[in-house]
C-alpha cells in the first residue's frame, strides 16, 4: 500500500523576492526579474523548489521554472495563440478541433508555471476559474455535440480542483451517453504530489474511463513523494500517459530523454506523446530543431523497449491539431 505523503508545510513560491529568499536567484536579479513575472506568472512548489541545485547554472528543473529576462524577447516566429485556441472555442473554457473528441478547462491555475507553456499569456494565479454559469453552458455544449467521444480537461491543471468539484464535472460529462472515456492532463502529481489524496482519486471514480496524462520533462521530477502520488492513481485503476515537451538544456540529449521515460515506466506511466514545442512568446531558448529530436528518437530505438518510446509530435499551423513529426 502507498505511504501518506508528508505535505512540505513551506509555501509555493510566487515572486523573484520569494525566490531570492530561497537562495534560487542572486538578489541582484530581482528587480529585472519583476518585469517578467508582471507579465508571465510564477509559482514553484516546494516539491519542485527542493529540487534545484542553486549553483548549477544549467539546472533543467531550475530551467523550468525560474523566470528569466529572455521571456520579455517575443521571436519573430512566435505566437500569442501558439495552438490556435481562440478559432476554436465555440464556448468560454472548451476547445473543440477534433470531430471525435474536445477539450474543457475547467480553470487556469496550475501548481507550477513552466516558462515554456503555451498557454502562459492566459495561466495565472487569479485562476480563470469558470462561473458556474460558464460551467453549464459548456455542459450544455457536450450534450449537445453528440460525435464527442472523449473529454479532455486541461486548462490550468484540474487537478488543481478540489476533489467535490473534480468529482461533479467528471460525473456530470460521464452522465452523458455519448461520451466514452475522459481524460485529465496534470503536472500535479509530480509537481505538488500531496494533492492526489484519497478523496481526489475517489472522485476519478466514474462510470466512465478516466485516464490520466501526466506532464514531466526530467527524471529528477520523479521524487519518492511522486512515485507515492503516481502509485495511488495506478492503484485505483486509473490508466496513467506521459507527455513531455523536447526541451533545450532539459531533455535533449539520448542519456537524459532515457533516463525520463525509464522513470515514467518505473512508476507505470505509458510514455504517450513527446511534443516539440509551441511557439509561445519568449521561449526560444528552450527551442530544439525538430530534425534533432527526429535524431534523438532515433537513439533511443533499441535502448528502449517499444512500450517506453513516445509519439514525437508538433501542433500544425492554424489549429490544424497535432500531428507525427516526420
Known amino acids: 500500500m502507498p505511504q501518506p505523503i508528508a505535505r512540505d508545510q513551506s509555501r509555493t513560491l510566487r515572486?523573484?523576492?520569494d525566490l531570492a529568499r530561497a537562495g534560487l536567484v542572486q538578489a541582484e536579479a530581482v528587480r529585472a526579474l519583476e518585469a517578467v513575472a508582471a507579465r508571465y506568472a510564477t509559482a514553484i512548489t516546494p516539491a519542485m523548489a527542493a529540487l534545484i541545485?542553486?549553483?548549477?547554472?544549467?539546472?533543467?528543473?531550475?530551467l523550468q521554472y525560474i523566470p528569466d529576462v529572455a521571456e520579455m524577447i517575443?521571436?519573430?516566429?512566435?505566437?500569442?495563440?501558439?495552438?490556435?485556441?481562440?478559432?476554436?472555442?465555440?464556448?468560454?473554457?472548451?476547445?473543440?478541433r477534433y470531430p471525435d473528441r474536445a477539450l474543457l478547462k475547467p480553470l487556469l491555475a496550475c501548481p507550477v508555471?513552466?516558462?515554456?507553456?503555451?498557454?502562459?499569456?492566459?495561466?495565472?494565479?487569479?485562476?480563470?476559474?469558470?462561473?458556474?454559469?460558464?460551467?453549464?453552458?459548456?455542459?450544455?455544449?457536450?450534450?449537445?455535440?453528440?460525435?464527442i467521444r472523449e473529454v479532455i480537461l486541461t486548462g490550468g491543471d484540474p487537478l488543481m480542483l478540489s476533489a467535490r468539484r473534480l468529482g461533479e464535472i467528471l460525473g456530470r460529462l460521464a452522465g452523458m451517453a455519448h461520451i466514452e472515456t475522459l481524460r485529465i492532463h496534470t503536472r500535479v502529481p509530480v509537481a505538488d504530489p500531496a494533492r492526489i489524496t484519497a478523496a481526489l482519486v475517489g472522485a476519478m471514480r466514474q462510470a466512465k474511463p478516466v485516464f490520466i496524462a501526466v506532464h514531466a520533462n526530467?527524471?529528477?521530477?520523479?521524487?519518492?513523494?511522486?512515485?507515492?502520488?503516481?502509485a495511488r492513481l495506478a492503484d485505483a485503476g486509473v490508466p496513467l500517459l506521459g507527455q513531455s515537451v523536447l526541451l533545450r538544456g532539459v531533455n535533449d540529449d539520448a542519456p537524459a530523454m532515457e533516463a525520463l521515460l525509464r522513470a515514467m515506466?518505473?512508476?507505470?506511466?505509458?510514455?504517450?506523446?513527446?511534443?516539440?514545442?509551441?511557439?509561445?512568446?519568449?521561449?526560444?531558448?528552450f527551442q530544439v530543431p525538430e530534425e534533432d529530436g527526429l535524431a534523438l528518437m532515433a537513439a533511443l530505438r533499441g535502448?528502449?523497449?517499444?512500450?517506453?518510446?513516445?509519439?514525437?509530435?508538433?501542433?500544425?499551423?492554424?489549429g490544424g491539431g497535432k500531428k507525427p513529426v516526420e
Open 218 to 230: 526530467h527524471a529528477r521530477e520523479f521524487t519518492p513523494d511522486a512515485a507515492v502520488a503516481l
Open 53 to 62: 541545485k542553486p549553483d548549477d547554472p544549467a539546472d533543467p528543473i531550475a
Open 74 to 96: 517575443t521571436a519573430p516566429h512566435e505566437l500569442g495563440d501558439p495552438t490556435a485556441d481562440a478559432p476554436f472555442t465555440p464556448v468560454k473554457g472548451v476547445v473543440h
Open 265 to 285: 515506466i518505473r512508476n507505470r506511466i505509458k510514455p504517450y506523446y513527446l511534443h516539440s514545442l509551441d511557439p509561445a512568446p519568449g521561449t526560444a531558448r
Open 15 to 17: 515572486s523573484p523576492q
Open 113 to 147: 508555471y513552466c516558462r515554456f507553456c503555451f498557454r502562459r499569456e492566459k495561466v495565472g494565479p487569479d485562476g480563470g476559474l469558470l462561473t458556474e454559469a460558464e460551467l453549464q453552458e459548456a455542459f450544455l455544449w457536450f450534450e449537445g455535440k453528440t460525435a
Open 303 to 318: 535502448r528502449l523497449p517499444g512500450h517506453a518510446l513516445p509519439l514525437f509530435m508538433h501542433e500544425t499551423p492554424l
